[in-house]
């Protein structure tokens, strides 16, 4: 074979493609489909898929607190309930805003939500005055932003998720001291078992659980 190829000679052009093909290409693409077989853990019985994984199904609730007018033991009257159309998404770039690619869903009438995503980071809760809080029963007066941190999914279970006031101020210290979600989640139990007003000492086990499964003075120290 001529090392070089001339435009009118047809079969010198196509043997050097042939070798090409036969000699270079082919086991180029083997080892590359070796790799990829490899990545993907195939090459086996089970064969190989590269379809993207199912993900996961987060889903959980969206707490609230609101003052009620009017008390016969002179403390602030407050109410536990949940953030009706709510939009609630995975945060996966961390901005806080939902971007397209982003799961999300909206809470239902009872505040809950669930949603299916492939990505990780952190669950937002954009709130906007088209949602209602139920423990007034009122819309929201002005735009709240709640948070959960991939933390606390991990924690609470992907079943069980409570994004609330609480949760925000976990993660807002998390950031603001450079600590940990572990130690932050300590700092506010210790924050709220303490003397409530008159109705005694709180003694809370988790300040991140819905405070719509507190009662009395547990109760009361989260929602204030």
Request: charged fraction near 15%.
């Amino acid at each position: 074979m001529r090392p070089f190829a001339f435009p009118n000679d047809r079969e010198s052009t196509l043997k050097p493609i042939h070798k090409i093909k036969t000699g270079l290409l082919c086991p180029a693409l083997t080892v590359l489909a070796a790799s990829v077989l490899s990545a993907c853990g195939g090459g086996g019985d089970g064969g190989v898929s590269f379809l993207p994984p199912t993900g996961t199904t987060l889903s959980g609730v969206v707490a609230a607190s609101g003052y009620v007018p009017g008390s016969n033991t002179g403390n602030p009257t407050l109410k536990a309930g949940y953030y009706a159309k709510a939009t609630v998404f995975v945060d996966a770039n961390g901005n806080g805003v939902l971007d397209s690619g982003e799961a999300s869903t909206t809470t239902d009438a009872s505040g809950k939500f669930t949603l299916t995503t492939t990505q990780g980071g952190q669950l937002v809760a954009d709130i906007g005055t088209s949602a209602t809080n139920t423990a007034t029963g009122a819309k929201v007066a002005s735009h709240l932003i709640l948070r959960a941190s991939a933390d606390q999914i991990a924690d609470q279970g992907a079943a069980k998720i409570v994004i609330s006031p609480l949760s925000s101020e976990a993660q807002r210290l998390v950031e603001a001291n450079g600590s940990s979600y572990k130690a932050e989640k300590a700092n506010l139990l210790a924050r709220l078992n303490v003397p409530t007003f008159n109705l005694g000492t709180a003694a809370l086990t988790d300040p991140l659980a819905d405070v719509n499964g507190l009662k009395g003075t547990d109760q009361y120290a989260a929602l204030y």
